[in-house]
């Protein structure tokens, strides 16, 4: 508080400056006051996550510090749900990011027709994933699904799509390609079109080939909002949930349990409080390390496009 | 170059194909019958029918075993009610915080912003599980006051971020010339700086108010079966009227209907909102 800025005019009566003072916090203070409430539940989890803690075994409920996390280390559920979170994460952020910069790439310049394409591109990224796999699971029913009639005319017949393990993964990776690459198109192509525009000219001038413009000029400038897009959407991923539980609750077997999947089905078809919980935690810690990466990037980011405007 | 401009058009067209073609096809099979559905080839020359929507306004559903009762408006209306309501109470708690975290540098300012930012990336279920035990005992899952408070999970971070951004790059001078001429606090703050923050205000409201929409988890695990919104009654609705294909085809285009209506009619607002808020800030 001692670093306040002295103007030099005539002190006025002590009353004043206390308004001021408490002012920000007065603002903020009913945001913060209604988020707070949410401390409760994640700290409750904390408390779960320590615990043997089944609703159907009430009697059984003991303190067991770390023992559920130990466990999971050799569990092979565990490890399972590691695995098909990381080959999801990693399948649909890659490949939203390939289309995503492609798909920008397209429409970087500003017309009108790209314009119109642009905005209609964002429509699968309006639509609830939930419901979004809803209508993919319409477009994919072995009897009358547009889709599977179109993959048998080239010759694949009784394609399963997400009701066998060997496509399942195929087919939900490709429903959150259909919904979110349109978000990494949008950022893609608001950073592409706030480039400064003199490396380009130079380049043109100099008759530079179109890759090398590519690789040497336009991806290192666009990097940082590459970062940030791709950080972002693996956030997101990591957590998957709704379009995997719309499509297919998990299944078939276990080939589509992500973490929250599990947690979900630990918690309310097993009962499992305690399971689920230190699954959520072990979860949480993995989102918070990566968004505190993501948060610093974003920032740095910002300050570039403040700087620059 | 022609083969160039040939090999853009081309790719172009798959793209476009790719991203509307779903959407096109259900539109069209919600104006279907379910024999017309069936029916392969899949053929885009039939009699359109609104026989499915019909169903789903009225709410009654003729089934191969009997008349089914629906309550499909009903969570349209939840829907309404939920993500308005989330959006204005965010708006109300949002903007003065964002105004505050813009303009003031204030012990903990940081911290705090940097914690509600936090819980955008928190994964929902963690907090969520133990959430819907409480809810249980304290017969808040049958409330819409319950999900309204749980909603501004989505919403708050939103605005915050996106409002900040606005106030700060509004210059501050403008507001302090007007406190000079003897205004208040508070005029300079509504006279002033809202309308200079105003296409931000809208751009995060309209966007929240999507998120809202579409978010699933929330009220899936939290809601009761009268307060569920869109998106949990349309699955509950897949695994009730079982092979109704064209009634579901219907129920999604009304799901969905909202949104996409609001995204292309505020089309401006909503890429500023969806660029700014995660790369300007």
């Known amino acids: ?68 996390y130990l466990d999971m280390l050799t569990d092979p559920d565990f490890w399972a749900t590691v695995r098909v979170s990381a080959v999801y994460a990693a399948s649909t952020v890659g490949l939203e990011l390939l289309l995503g910069l492609g798909i920008a790439l397209l429409l970087r310049e500003r017309t009108r027709f790209n314009n119109i394409v642009s905005v209609a591109l964002l429509l699968p990224l309006m639509t609830a994933p939930a419901i979004a796999s809803l209508m993919w699971k319409l477009m994919t029913n072995p009897n009358f699904g547009v889709l599977s009639w179109l993959v048998a005319l080239f010759g694949v017949h009784d394609f399963r799509w997400a009701s ?29 079109r706030s480039l400064p525009q003199q490396p380009f000219e130079a380049a043109r001038l100099d008759g530079v080939a179109g890759h090398f413009v590519f690789f ?94 | 170059m022609a083969l160039h401009k040939l090999l853009r058009a081309a790719a172009l067209t798959l793209v476009l194909l790719f991203f509307l073609f779903p959407i096109f096809w259900i539109v069209v099979m919600s104006f279907q019958t379910n ?26 559903l003729q089934t191969a075993s009997g008349i089914l009762d629906i309550t499909f408006l009903h969570n349209l209306w939840n829907s309404i009610l939920l993500s308005t309501c989330s959006v204005l109470l965010a708006l109300v708690l949002g903007v003065p915080a964002a105004y505050a975290f813009a303009r003031f540098r204030f012990r903990l300012g940081e911290d705090i912003a940097f914690t509600m930012l936090s819980f955008r990336f928190a994964p929902p279920l963690l907090v969520l599980l133990p959430l819907s035990l409480y809810f249980q005992d304290l ?78 988890v929330f009220a899936l695990i939290l809601a009761s079966a009268d307060k569920q919104p869109v998106t949990v009654g349309a699955l509950a609705f897949v695994t009730a009227s079982g092979i109704q294909y064209g009634q579901i085809a219907a129920a999604i285009v009304l799901s969905i209907l909202p949104t996409l209506a609001l995204a292309l009619y505020a089309q401006r607002w909503l890429v500023e909102g969806l660029s700014l808020g995660a790369v300007k800030g």
């Open chain 2, 35 to 60: 024999e017309e559905i069936l029916r392969l080839p899949p053929s885009l020359v039939f009699a359109p029918t609104l026989a499915n929507y019909t169903a789903l306004i009225s709410g009654h």
């Open chain 2, 139 to 216: 017969g808040l899952n049958d409330t819409y006051i319950g999900l309204i408070w749980i909603y501004q999970l989505i919403c708050l971070p939103l605005i915050l971020w996106i409002v900040r951004g606005y106030f700060e790059d509004a210059s501050p001078d403008i507001e302090y010339a007007y406190r000079i001429d003897g205004h208040s606090w508070w005029r300079a703050f509504t006279r002033i700086a809202i309308p200079l923050a105003g296409p931000g205000i809208a751009a995060a409201g309209l966007l929240s108010f999507i998120f809202a929409w579409n978010n699933f």
């Open chain 1, 164 to 192: 066998a393990p060997s496509s399942a993964m195929f087919t939900v990776v490709l429903v959150d390609i259909w919904v979110y690459t349109p978000f990494m198109m949008v950022l893609l192509l608001a950073g592409l």
């Open chain 1, 216 to 309: 040497r000029i336009t991806l290192p400038m666009l990097a940082p909002y590459i970062v940030t897009a791709t950080l972002f959407r693996m956030l997101d991923s990591m957590q998957q949930f709704d379009i995997v539980y719309a499509m297919t609750q998990g299944g078939p077997g276990d080939s589509l349990m992500l973490f929250q999947v599990r947690a979900y089905l630990d918690f309310f078809q097993y009962t499992n409080v305690g399971t689920s919980a230190a699954l959520m935690i072990v979860l949480w810690a993995l989102t918070y390390a990566l968004s505190n990466v993501f948060i610093k990037q974003w920032l740095k980011l910002r300050e570039r496009t403040h700087g620059a405007a």
């Open chain 1, 1 to 68: 508080m001692s670093t306040t800025v002295i103007i030099p005019t005539p002190a006025k009566a002590p009353a004043r400056p206390l308004l001021p003072r408490l002012l920000p916090y007065l603002l903020s203070l009913p945001a913060l006051i209604v988020c707070i409430g949410i401390l409760v539940p994640f700290f409750t989890a904390a408390w779960y996550s320590l615990q043997r803690y089944n609703l159907a075994m009430p009697l059984n409920r003991e303190f067991v510090w770390f023992g559920q």
